[in-house]
């Protein structure tokens, strides 16, 4: 079935580290892929999407490329802030499937000042 | 505009009780999605509308779950004869259209615990 999975958490970094989330997916056909980001006490917000591959979606200093040779979407930021704490959520959607969202299960970043 | 908003954002209520959870969507988004957030079983699709019909009911998990959508706008998502196991954030989000491509914006959840 069609499937995301991320890294465990939670990751805790200093503030100006290099971040990497890993994700990957499995999918039948080919799907758009997204980034959702969960702030502390915040509904959840888009970061970022890609809807073919190679293509690099970027927003607020992260970036991931939709990978379909490795079937993989790392999100990554060059220097993290304390600010960028919160769960990080990887999805996939279908054209074939409605367009609703499978979501990976969420990494955790802490960032430390 | 006006973001996504749901109502109520906490609702605490007794095993066997039924509950109303309320999404206003975007003024003007055609399709409307349910997902529940719960420790165990992460994020998860509920249901799906596009104006007031609900093609994707897939990710109902029982037949006490219900959901109706009226005038392309509002929905109200219902859960009869609550089990402690529905305790989780159910999350309403909307987009312009329903192509994969679409951003969908999340509203901020209701927090249902069943004691």
């Not at chain 2, 779950?65 to 859960?79: C, D, K, M, P, Y």
């Amino acid at each position: 079935g069609n499937s995301v999975t991320q890294m465990e958490g939670p990751v805790t970094l200093s503030e100006e580290a290099f971040l990497t989330i890993n994700c990957t997916y499995t999918a039948t056909g080919y799907p758009s892929l997204f980034w959702y980001v969960q702030y502390p006490g915040e509904g959840l917000q888009l970061l970022l999407k890609a809807t073919k591959a190679d293509d690099k979606g970027s927003n607020k200093g992260f970036e991931a490329t939709y990978r379909k040779e490795t079937t993989s979407f790392h999100l990554e930021k060059g220097s993290v802030q304390v600010s960028d704490s919160a769960v990080y959520f990887c999805a996939l959607t279908l054209e074939s499937n409605t367009g609703k969202l499978i979501f990976g299960q969420g990494t955790t970043l802490q960032v430390k000042p | 505009g006006a973001g996504v908003s749901q109502s109520p954002s906490n609702k605490v209520t007794e095993k066997g009780k039924d509950v109303e959870l309320r999404c206003d969507p975007i003024s003007g988004h055609t399709a409307l999605y349910w997902y529940r957030q719960s420790l165990g079983q992460g994020l998860e699709f509920l249901i799906y509308f596009q104006g007031n019909s609900a093609p994707d009911k897939s990710g109902l998990p029982s037949d006490r779950f219900s959901a109706e959508r009226t005038g392309g706008s509002v929905s109200t998502l219902t859960i009869q004869r609550t089990q402690q196991e529905d305790s989780a954030v159910y999350l309403c989000a909307s987009s312009l259209y329903k192509l994969s491509t679409d951003t969908q914006y999340f509203g901020p959840g209701t927090r249902l615990t069943v004691l």
